[in-house]
């Protein structure tokens, strides 16, 4: 039972509530690039901008709104994820071949396509939280897509493969997982396809083959699209974690445990709410 900030956790001890806790916010990433010639070789999309804060202040309680920005389709970017006052920015579409398209500037920026630009990586710092996005990886006239840019790296640029920039790694969740990965850029010749960032991120289309799908809720970019089968692949929509010492306190999200800590997992908008 909770009474004026307290558990009471029986013969008479009691557990004070949490004053602080970690928060992880992570945007949706964009979509890989499409273009509608037969020539194609696009950008990897930008994943969404992560936000960390280590200790976000919640001494005055209360309730807390929580939005999950959805993944970019293809040609789209994702959308902010927010909690409370820390936004995350959603992340860039991926470039669209022969000046069809730019990549898109966003938390990171969409990939270049061939003869296009890349995307800027635009997610700051948000109230506290320390933001984390790169640019798109650019094209030099190589017949194939840059990498979407990821929180944890620039994109790889054409000429050297267009993989999709690194994601970044957090034990907030109990393990260590990798969260907004850069998707890979397309290439119109067959071959190995352009990886995406952190394996994460959607892998490019090549040739005759699709692009790869972006690992649901880390917001990694989509993979661009390559080839006679010009098809991109979608970005993966953000997630929020929240993580506090104690148990008791707050419902919203699923909630697990790893030692003293309770962990909110947010993959739809919600409600950290005092209980």
Do not use: C
Request: glycine share 32%; hydrophobic share 30%; charged share 5%.
């Amino acid at each position: 039972m909770t009474m004026f900030g307290y558990n009471v956790l029986g013969f008479g001890s009691v557990e004070a509530a949490p004053t602080t806790l970690e928060a992880l916010v992570v945007a949706g990433g964009g979509g890989g690039g499409q273009s509608s010639g037969d020539y194609n070789s696009d950008g990897g999309g930008g994943a969404g901008g992560l936000a960390h804060h280590a200790t976000f202040d919640i001494s005055g309680g209360g309730d807390y709104s929580v939005t999950i920005g959805a993944g970019g389709a293809v040609n789209a970017d994702g959308g902010n994820s927010v909690f409370s006052n820390i936004t995350a920015v959603g992340g860039g579409r991926g470039g669209e071949s022969q000046a069809e398209a730019a990549g898109a500037a966003g938390g990171s920026g969409g990939g270049a396509g061939w003869h296009t630009g890349a995307g800027a990586g635009n997610q700051g710092d948000s109230n506290g939280a320390t933001g984390y996005g790169n640019n798109g990886g650019a094209e030099n006239g190589s017949n194939q897509g840059g990498g979407g840019g990821g929180a944890g790296a620039v994109g790889v640029a054409a000429a050297s493969g267009g993989a999709g920039g690194a994601g970044r790694a957090y034990s907030i969740s109990g393990s260590e997982l990798f969260y907004a990965g850069g998707g890979g850029g397309g290439k119109y010749a067959s071959g190995t396809a352009s990886a995406g960032g952190s394996s994460i991120g959607g892998a490019g289309a090549h040739a005759t083959t699709a692009a790869g799908a972006a690992t649901a809720n880390r917001g990694s970019g989509g993979g661009g699209g390559g080839g006679v089968q010009p098809n991109g692949s979608a970005g993966s929509a953000g997630v929020v974690i929240l993580s506090y010492t104690g148990s008791g306190f707050y419902t919203g999200g699923t909630i697990t445990t790893s030692g003293n800590k309770t962990i909110h997992t947010f993959t739809s908008s919600g409600t950290l709410a005092e209980t």
